[in-house]
């Protein structure tokens, strides 16, 4: 469960990651999202923060099971 926990995080932190890179650095918010929502910057900023929160408390998951076996 934990690992697909970190997957998702993982596509949420990056598609957080694109839109406030797009934003900044381009012309207009890159990956998916901006296709089916006009999500503002600060939104696609929380998404990143959330999606790197998912995907780092998968990983240490993984990480602690491997080392109490």
Known sequence: MREIIAI????????????VA???FGDG????????????????AALFVVGAGLALYGE???HCRKARA
């Open 8 to 19: 998702v995080g993982w596509v949420v932190g990056i598609q957080g990651g694109l839109g």
């Open 22 to 24: 797009g934003r900044l």
């Open 29 to 44: 918010p890159w990956g998916m999202l901006h296709k089916w929502w006009d999500v503002p910057t600060p939104l696609y």
């Open 60 to 62: 240490t998951s993984k």
